[in-house]
């Protein structure tokens, strides 16, 4: 067993990495990151979640492309070329529809599960790197192109990618993004809306985090109008019904 930072020091240090060094990661280390993925929680024991693992550079230079449609056009995501290792989490229905051809797979249901199944992964991989001494940060960027990137990866019916990850050794410290307090998140029993005073503090508190980081005047609400006040990926709907998801 390798030697690691425990769990909860782990995720309480969590910030996303986007500037890798040329190191690759160790196959012992890379292995017992994907076993960490393949003991996270998953519904019904369906285990309905593949890992595309993307070596090849014109592939991941195609991804980067894919990815920055985010971006009207203006390639970012340097990272997903420079990153020692690419991985793609697809929900995943074709091993079930092997034993089980009637299976009834376009229940919107079923596309939940494999998304939320995918997140836990996903998210048990991320937090088994970092603490190996490895970062990361998730890119739901290649959902600019689930087509694309399904027929580069050659996903079969059944099969939708849903969040790639970058991983390697981290080749910068980017410091860590104030999250809502506490007190805000958390309601007892009863769904308790945020007051006013603590969203608009909270505001703030991030537009002090951009100015000292970057020295832009950005705050969460104007992030919140640039993410969500627009068209938000019109092609997933027909995308993930092409492969026989989310009819009903
Ligand atoms: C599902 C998901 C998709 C994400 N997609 C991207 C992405 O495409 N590109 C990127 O640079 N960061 C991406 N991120 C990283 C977030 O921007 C980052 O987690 C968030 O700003 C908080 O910063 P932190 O992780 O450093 O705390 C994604 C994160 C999640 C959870």
Redesign the pocket.
Known sequence: MLNSQPALATALN?????KFKEQPIEKEVFDSIIAAGQMASTSSFLQNVSIIRVSDKAKRTQIRHI?AN?YQGKL??H?VENCAEFLVFCADTARHLHFAPDAQIDWTEVLLTGAVDV?IM?QNVLLAAESLGLGG??????RNGMAELSELLGLPHGVVP???MCLGYPDHD?G??P?LPADVIVSENTYRPAADTDLQAYNETVREYYKNRSNIDLDWATQIRNNLCTEIRPEVLPFVQSKGFAKK
């Open positions: 969590h910030r996303s990495i986007r990815c985010a970012g995501h990272y997140g996903a940060v998730f890119i739901g960027s290649l849903i969040v790639g980017p860590q993004r999250r």
